[in-house]
């Protein structure tokens, strides 16, 4: 079992920036890779970056640039990092564990976190 807990959201004006974070506890062989996702109201749940256990980020092109992902395997957090906000960003962030394949895309997610609100306001 693995238990996800997320922190950093919050509001933020358009152009700033948050980070996200995912603490992990627990271990599964059903792994290899972290994942941020995020839901907009009315809009269906989409990937943002993912990063595989050793390191590997890919990252979709609709935030490619202004988002990062990272990993701190000593502390068993991933980060998300995110710049030059814009209103479109406001969603709940969901950090997710899973399967990803040799390209780092996410395959299956098995365990997901809470999720943590971010708003961007104008």
């Known amino acids: 079992q693995v238990q996800l807990v997320e922190s950093g959201g919050g509001l933020v004006q358009v152009g700033g920036s948050l980070r996200l974070s995912c603490a992990a506890s627990?271990?599964?062989?059903?792994?290899?890779?972290m994942a941020w996702y995020r839901q907009a109201p009315g809009k269906q749940r989409e990937l943002v970056a993912v990063?595989?256990?050793?390191?590997?980020?890919n990252i979709p092109g609709s935030v490619k640039g202004r988002f990062s992902i990272s990993l701190d395997n000593a502390k068993n957090t991933v980060y998300l990092r995110m710049t030059s906000l814009t209103p479109e960003d406001t969603a709940v962030y969901y950090c997710?564990?899973?399967?990803?394949?040799?390209?780092?895309?996410?395959?299956?997610?098995?365990?997901w976190g809470q999720g943590t609100q971010v708003t961007v306001s104008s």
């Open positions: 997710a564990a899973g399967w990803a394949d040799t390209l780092g895309f996410m395959t299956s997610v098995t365990y």
């Open positions: 627990g271990s599964s062989s059903s792994i290899n890779a």
């Open positions: 990063i595989t256990n050793y390191g590997a980020p």
